[in-house]
């Protein structure tokens, strides 16, 4: 939607758009903000956070595919760039702002998807964005959860090795409709006040 607003598919048309890259963020707890703060003040949060959004999405080489609710869908050809996006979504949401008092929740995934005209705009399917939404379920406010088919990508390791990131042992999610799903978790730390 972000490369080409304005451009549809003709219907039953698909086209396969090979290797992605695909991450989703979401406010983590956003039911619970909206009853604390009211909706207005609420949706003026998730607003900044769709603004962010595109910046990261510009900053990362990606493309927003996607909103829905208060999660967006981002793709992304290099996987760094989708790496860095997800670091950039838990730094930006990490629940020190004053103004933002959220946290991100980030998955990311890789595999071949297809392109298909959906409710007037252009739209990715597969299993990749199948199991990229789906493991949101098993993922905390603060954490980046990614595949196996994302870490094991070549410059996806080495980029984890080069800036020392530790994360937890592999683990395994019951992904109805797909089945077991491995992953790792990345805790990012909260900042520091100054």
Same mark, same amino acid.
């Given at each position: 939607r972000d490369l080409f607003p304005d451009e549809k598919l003709a219907d039953g048309i698909s086209i396969n758009i090979g290797m992605q890259n =695909?991450?989703?963020?979401? +406010?983590?707890? #956003?039911?619970?903000?909206? *009853?604390?703060v009211g909706d207005a003040r609420a949706f003026a949060m998730?607003?900044?956070? %769709?603004?962010?959004?595109? /910046?990261? @999405?510009? @900053?990362? *080489?990606?493309?927003?595919? !996607? &909103?829905?609710g208060d999660a967006v869908m981002l793709s992304f050809s290099d996987p760094q760039n989708a790496l860095r996006a997800a670091l950039r979504f838990v730094s930006f949401l990490?629940? #020190?702002d004053a103004g933002l008092p959220l946290r991100a929740r980030v998955t990311v995934n890789r595999g071949?998807?297809?392109?298909? /005209?959906?409710? #007037?705009?252009?739209?990715?399917?597969?299993n990749p964005v199948n199991t990229a939404a789906k493991l949101q379920a098993f993922v905390a406010g603060g954490e980046i959860g990614l595949t196996r088919d994302? +870490?094991?990508?070549?410059?996806?390791?080495? %980029?984890?090795?080069? !800036? !020392? $990131? #530790? $994360?937890?042992? *592999? !683990? &395994?999610?019951?992904?109805?409709? =797909?089945?077991?799903?491995? %992953?790792w978790l990345l805790r990012a730390r909260r900042r520091t006040a100054p």
């Open positions: =695909i991450l989703f963020a979401d +406010v983590a707890g #956003s039911s619970g903000l909206y *009853r604390s998730i607003r900044q956070f %769709y603004r962010e959004a595109h /910046n990261i @999405a510009r @900053a990362c *080489r990606g493309a927003i595919v !996607k &909103t829905i990490d629940g #020190s071949p998807c297809l392109a298909v /005209n959906l409710n #007037s705009a252009i739209d990715y399917f597969g994302f +870490v094991e990508e070549p410059s996806v390791t080495a %980029y984890l090795k080069e !800036k !020392k $990131f #530790s $994360f937890s042992g *592999r !683990k &395994t999610g019951h992904i109805k409709g =797909i089945g077991d799903v491995d %992953y």
